[in-house]
């Protein structure tokens, strides 16, 4: 069909750019996505607010954190398992490995976009925490320390970093979305659940993120890493790697 | 412009394709006909490397699909209409495609015109259409980078007259343009208007691969051919077996 208008297309191939940004207009541009990000939005802003008064005697700015990243640690990872399953739950994987028959361009795109998110949602979180800590300490009267030491600032991210590597594991891994949701909702406690058998107890931190995940109250050893780093292997690695030769041969029918 | 050369694609025991060779030239239209389950997707889904197939080769304008650097850009490829997302808007849609294209976004109001879809209509969630509303997103999709092949699966399932007509004539001006096109669908009678020749399959086999003014002189029209030689075709399976 020749057409009145000029087509200026692009002669490179299907560049890593355009697939990105195509893959956030898939995360962010449903329904459900969208009232996802609103209900995080919501839910996080209620948090600040809760935050300011419970931390009351708050002597650092990062106490208020876990409380406010706790909604978008746990709902974010959803427009991911969402935006991976629905490929093949709602079938428009056939639309987009048409588009891009270079399957792993597009699995890398997503998780170019879960890091962008996580990045994203990290720094915002933190000014959140910050500006709780202010508003706090100008209403109690009382002064912020701002010299925690980075290593504690970095261990703040890990919880939202390994759910959202999670969530994204279970999806690649089985490719249908209430599977996936299943997965990761019930894995965490469930683990938690089996290790408290007798036989099974001793070894649970090698394989539960929410025992191994006591690093983050703890402090880290050389044991305590190891055994976050099996955990993050067994639940997030294996899934990821098996997920991605199963998208990469799976035949569209 | 499209080479399939003898494509076998078996699933465990059940042999979905079994040797398929045909192509399609430039400035024309070809029919792909069969009954249910003969193999028309999954020869389509070949083609365009969404299927592997176990033996064979196919190849578009020369390539092997999957390695095409931006296949859209030469190929507009409709397989299901069904497959699109029902929360997402025709022109989010439509902006997905373009910008994995690389097309600018002006195409997109274009691509939508010429398919029949207002621009308030393709504001809608995909939800709201009909399947003829559908059939047309997925063909405006197909038009967006303007390109030098089609391939149609059933595109006109759910298009009322007006739309059967408008396809038609789109098709028509597409290969009039030195365009090809690989049609894949029930309707013989309008394959018949349209296609320039004919490719039939039956339980994975080509039976006919013939221009279509050979074919109908076999018979009183298209649907009389095909009807015997799948109904032939089927009696002597059955007898083989």
């Known amino acids: ?253 | 412009m499209i080479e399939v050369l003898r494509l076998t694609k078996k699933y465990k025991s059940l042999v979905a394709i079994d040797d398929v060779s045909f192509s399609v030239k430039p400035g024309t239209i070809t029919g792909f006909v069969g009954p249910n389950g003969a193999g028309k997707s999954t020869t389509l889904r070949c083609i365009v490397g969404l299927t592997t197939p176990t033996s064979g080769a196919a190849t578009v304008l020369g390539s092997h699909y999957v390695n095409l650097e931006n296949p859209s850009r030469s190929i507009g490829v409709i397989l299901d209409a069904s497959r699109l997302h029902p929360g997402r808007s025709g022109y989010s849609t439509l902006k997905t495609a373009s910008t994995i294209i690389g097309v600018p976004d002006s195409r997109i109001e274009y691509v939508l015109k010429e398919c029949g879809l207002t621009t308030l209509e393709g504001k809608r969630e995909i939800k709201t259409y009909s399947l003829g509303m559908r059939q047309r997103l997925c063909i405006a999709q197909a038009l967006l980078a303007n390109p030098q092949i089609l391939i149609l699966d059933e595109p006109m399932n759910g298009l009322d007259p007006q739309g059967i007509r408008w396809i038609r004539s789109l098709l028509k001006k597409f290969t009039n343009d030195g365009g090809a096109v690989l049609l894949s669908s029930h309707l013989l009678s309008e394959v018949q208007k349209v296609a320039d020749h004919i490719v039939m399959i039956c339980e994975g086999k080509i039976l006919v691969d013939k221009p279509l003014e050979e074919l109908v002189e076999e018979g009183d029209d298209l649907e009389a051919v095909y009807v015997n030689y799948t109904e032939k075709f089927s009696r002597r399976s059955i007898h083989e077996d």
């Open chain 1, 1 to 253: 069909m020749k057409t009145d208008i000029s087509l200026n297309v692009d002669t490179n191939g299907v560049r890593l750019s355009n697939i990105v940004k195509a893959e956030t207009r898939k995360a962010t541009d449903t329904h459900v996505s969208r009232i996802i990000i609103i209900t995080i939005v919501l839910l996080t802003f209620a948090m600040f607010v809760v935050s300011i008064y419970k931390f009351g005697n708050a002597a650092s700015w990062t106490h208020p954190f876990n409380a406010i990243s706790s909604p978008a640690c746990t709902i974010l990872p959803i427009i991911f398992i969402l935006l991976i399953c629905e490929e093949w739950t709602r079938g428009t994987a056939l639309v987009t490995y048409t588009f891009v028959p270079q399957r792993n361009k597009v699995i890398l795109a997503k998780f170019i976009i879960l890091l962008v998110f996580f990045l994203g949602t990290i720094i915002t979180l933190y000014a959140f925490s910050a500006i709780a800590s202010i508003i706090a300490s100008g209403t109690n009267s009382y002064s912020i320390s701002w010299s925690e030491p980075i290593y504690s600032v970095i261990l703040l991210i890990l919880p939202l970093l390994v759910n959202m590597l999670f969530g994204f594991s279970m999806a690649i891994a089985t490719q249908e979305t209430t599977l996936a949701l299943g997965l990761y909702f019930f894995v965490p406690p469930t683990t938690v659940v089996v290790s408290q058998l007798p036989v099974i107890g001793p070894y649970a931190k090698w394989f539960s993120l929410e025992h191994s995940s006591s690093i983050f109250i703890a402090g880290a050893t050389g044991v305590t890493t190891a055994q976050y780093i099996c955990s993050l292997f067994i639940w997030i690695f294996v899934p990821c790697i098996i997920g991605i030769f199963r998208n990469m041969k799976r035949d569209l029918n």
